[in-house]
């Protein structure tokens, strides 16, 4: 069994968007990768292939639906949320074990963001804190056994920081660290 399930909200509109969805599966590594395309106008077929559970809205549902949606389905030790313009360093989960064995408090790792054609580079930081301190949902990983939902009345805007300060609030600590990174094209998402 794999210890890390990917999920990744997908709405493609062009093939630029497609490309960069193959690029960030193909970085990932041994995972259950669950895609939930948010009723894509292209590359439904692509994304059932690549996927090992493929759930497909009619509509856009948005980013916080379609994170929950996967989230109530991961049996996996650990879960990564992740957009679909990413390419995440290959030692990310080894990383990531090594973050959560810290603290039975951390809830969530988030490695160092660059820019899509910035090589990755490794550091030794590892910063436990409340507050963010780098970007946090393009890509980070949460332990499996109490995920949070998204509050779903959110639609493309805030719900990031919302799900952060609702962790913070419940005590739980999210972990910082340029031990991995990963790149994010031009820091937006479609």
Same mark, same amino acid.
């Given at each position: ?27 990932? !590594?041994?995972? +259950?990768?669950?895609?939930?395309? =948010? !009723?894509? &106008?292209? !590359?439904?077929? +692509? ?6 559970? *493929?759930?497909?809205?009619?509509? =856009?549902? $948005? #980013?916080?639906?379609?994170? =929950?949606? $996967? ?5 996996? /030790? *650990? ?17 990531? /074990? ?8 951390? *809830? ?13 580079? #490794? !550091? ?7 507050? %963010? ?6 890509? +980070? ?5 109490? &995920? ?7 639609? =493309?805007?805030? %719900?990031? *920081?919302? #799900?952060? #300060?609702?962790?913070?609030?419940? $005590?739980? /600590? ?17």
């Amino acid at each position: 069994m794999k210890d890390f399930t990917v999920i990744i909200p997908c709405w493609i509109i062009n093939q630029e968007l497609l490309q960069l969805t193959d690029n960030a599966i193909a970085s990932l !590594g041994n995972v +259950f990768l669950i895609i939930v395309d =948010n !009723g894509s &106008p292209m !590359g439904g077929g +692509f994304l059932r292939d690549k996927a090992n559970l *493929y759930i497909r809205n009619k509509e =856009n549902l $948005g #980013y916080a639906k379609a994170v =929950n949606q $996967g989230l109530k389905l991961v049996k996996t /030790k *650990y879960i990564a949320i992740s957009n679909n313009d990413i390419r995440v360093s290959s030692n990310w989960q080894n990383v990531t /074990k090594e973050i959560f064995a810290l603290n039975e408090k951390i *809830y969530s790792c988030h490695f160092r963001m660059t820019d899509y054609d910035v090589p990755f580079e #490794y !550091g030794n930081q590892i910063v436990v804190t409340e507050k %963010e301190r780098w970007c946090t949902s393009s890509f +980070f990983v949460i332990k499996s056994w109490k &995920p949070q939902l998204y509050d779903e009345n959110f639609l =493309n805007s805030y %719900e990031d *920081y919302d #799900y952060w #300060y609702k962790i913070r609030s419940s $005590g739980w /600590k999210q972990v910082y660290t340029n031990k991995a990174s990963y790149q994010h094209h031009h820091s937006f998402t479609q």
